[in-house]
């Protein structure tokens, strides 16, 4: 790929944005982000990334404008760049809840714009990737799915479930930490230390994503492969489901949704 990447906001999502690229072996002297506090961005130097505290310098020097900002500063960095912004510009916002309507009107050019919902796990290659577009060709669809194919799985959707994709992948990652953490610490209780419970859970919870992912299983029909009738799983089991365990995570999925929903 000979195209220059601007990744405007080196915050977390940027930084894991920027690294997962030069993780994939793109050349790193391609790579500009930015960020107001630029001593922030020092790990990224190390890596031969191009830093800067200038959004219009970085735009200026790319061709693919990634902007990761958080979504109060959305208005604010677009209408600083888009006097900057060139019709052979391509524009991939990973802003939640921000749709691709609302940066066109901000940018005030009908160029071609993405929007892309990944998770952190993109710095390590292995992030779920929802992607919707406007103004785009065939072309530049495969310029930027093979820049997140190379960081991950990657999905294109319509741009009405977007916002769905946010909480699915992007909030679904802090829910399965949230989850492996809670079993560390039952792992805990019940005699491990953190370091070896940290181990088992993280282990398991890979094992489990992989055998759903290569077998093409529903979860139940895993399930039921180790619950045997009175049997110590289906008793543990039984027990998170009393208090709540699937109840509570669709709530918070629905209750993370409708929160994008009415900021939108």
Do not use: W
């Not at 790579?31 to 630029?38: A, F, L």
């Not at 489990?208 to 529903?218: R, V």
């Amino acid at each position: 790929m000979n195209k220059r990447i601007a990744i405007i906001g080196g915050g977390n999502l940027g930084s894991s944005i920027a690294r997962g690229l030069v993780n994939s072996n793109l050349d790193a002297s391609t790579i500009y982000v930015t960020r107001r506090k630029i001593e922030l961005l020092e790990p990224l130097q190390q890596l031969g990334i191009k830093t800067t505290d200038n959004n219009a310098e970085a735009v200026t020097n790319s061709d693919i404008i990634i902007v990761a900002v958080k979504p109060y500063k959305t208005k604010e960095v677009f209408k600083e760049i888009r006097q900057y912004l060139k019709p052979t510009h391509i524009v991939v916002s990973v802003i939640s809840g921000i749709s691709i309507e609302q940066i066109l009107k901000y940018i005030k050019q009908p160029l071609t714009v993405y929007r892309a919902v990944p998770n952190t796990a993109i710095s390590i290659k292995e992030s779920m990737t929802c992607i919707s577009s406007m103004n785009a060709s065939k072309e530049q669809d495969h310029e930027i799915k093979t820049i997140f194919d190379n960081l991950g799985e990657t999905l294109f959707m319509t741009q009405e479930m977007m916002d769905a994709s946010t909480v699915l992948a992007a909030c679904g990652i802090a829910y399965v930490m949230r989850f492996i953490r809670a079993m560390v610490q039952g792992g805990i209780e019940i005699g491990f230390s953190s370091q070896i419970a940290s181990q088992i859970a993280n282990q398991t919870v890979k094992g489990a994503a992989e055998l759903l992912i290569k077998n093409g299983m529903h979860p139940e029909q895993e399930i039921d492969k180790v619950t045997t009738p009175k049997g110590y799983t289906i008793a543990g089991l039984n027990e998170m489901e009393h208090n709540g365990f699937s109840s509570s995570l669709i709530k918070g999925i629905l209750l993370s949704y409708n929160k994008i929903i009415n900021n939108g």
